[in-house]
């Protein structure tokens, strides 16, 4: 049986904590930030988890 190959789009976006948690970097922070307010933007750096729902679909794409 061949070995399971992650999504290479996902792991290049997307990665798994000790936990089994899934967190990532947010969006729309890349540019045209003159307009954002600053607390929008500190708050952008931050790295988040997943939603659940989310969490099950990233997990079957990024096997371990």
């Avoid at 190959?5 to 089994?20: M, V």
Wanted: glycine share 4%; no cysteine.
């Amino acid at each position: 049986m061949p070995k399971m190959k992650s999504h290479r789009g996902a792991a290049k976006r997307f990665k798994l904590t000790g936990s089994g948690l899934v967190k990532h970097y947010p969006s729309n922070k890349h540019h045209k930030n003159t307009h954002k307010r600053e607390n929008r933007i500190r708050a952008l750096k931050r790295n988040t988890v997943l939603s659940p729902s989310f969490q099950k679909t990233i997990r079957e794409i990024l096997p371990r």
